[in-house]
């Protein structure tokens, strides 16, 4: 049962995103020339970690704030109702949140020593810590979570892993790559979030958490939602167009068509709760699937590259 509680808790399959994410910075350093398994692991460890602790002192935070004990909860929105049904107690979701912080943090700060504590790397660390901690009580008020969500899912942790494999902290032309790529998959990744939010919205802004939904009003962020998904695979056309993205990365915009069905739901749906989960699920798939797909064009276009 405890088991079981804490899979809940740390929301697992939120996890498969940053793993997926990693990978593809991986096998994007790999198809140019450099990969060190070692450092690729530590660097998913590490990643997930933070992952976790975001999760879980989400968690904890909103429950102390009563966001959670108001919002109508649903598979993908309203917290993970550990708190507000005593399935675990407050102490020990915050020490887990902690304990998977400072886990992270300690393989973050022995990947920094291993090259010398380059500056743009402690600032990514520095900035995924603070996104970690200050989020909840902070970022999701001012209505920039979803800036910084987007960031470190996306450009800072792409560039992040090509850098640790490339053993390269120096800001050139090779970082236009990742930087495009991290772009694509954070802007897709703060779509998840701001999808999330339309149920909550009330309750979130009864406890000041404005974020962009709450600010926009659901009518106009639900619009708003659609050119923010399609940007992101706007810029795969245009980064193959400019030969910045493999030609196989077009494999992404498969997901277009599913994208479209959650878009239809939302701007029908955007004030009803129970009407918006199949969009709210259908937007996660659409984007796991997107990294997916942007993963299988890395390594088929290293293969290419380099071979076996």
Sequence with gaps: MTLKVWKQE??????????????????????????????????IVGVLML???????????DYKNGIDISTTPTPFSGGSRILPEKLLTPKSVLSAGLLFLMIGSIIGIYLLSLFSFPIILITILILSIFSVIAY???????GIGELFIGLNFGPLLMVGTYMIQSGSFVLNATLIEPFLVGL?????????????????????????????????????????????????????????????????????????PKMRGVFKILKANYDKINELIPAMGNNILATIWTGITLLIAYLTWGIILIGF
């Design 184 to 256: 694509i998959v954070g802007i897709l990744t703060a779509g998840i979030v701001y999808i999330n939010e339309f149920p909550d919205t009330l309750a979130d802004k009864s406890k000041g958490r404005m974020h962009l939904v709450a600010r926009m009003g659901k009518e106009t962020a639900s619009k708003f939602f659609v050119y923010l998904i399609m940007s992101a695979y706007i810029l795969v056309i245009i980064g193959v167009l400019v030969n910045i993205l493999p030609i196989f990365t077009l494999i992404s915009l498969l997901l277009i």
């Design 136 to 142: 909840s009580s902070i970022l999701a008020r001012f």
């Design 10 to 43: 740390l929301r697992l399959p939120f996890l498969i995103l940053p793993l997926i994410f990693v990978l593809i910075g991986v096998s994007m350093a790999w198809k140019d020339g450099f990969l060190n398994p070692v450092h690729a692991i530590l660097t």
């Design 51 to 61: 992952h976790a602790s975001v999760n879980v002192l989400n968690d904890y935070f």
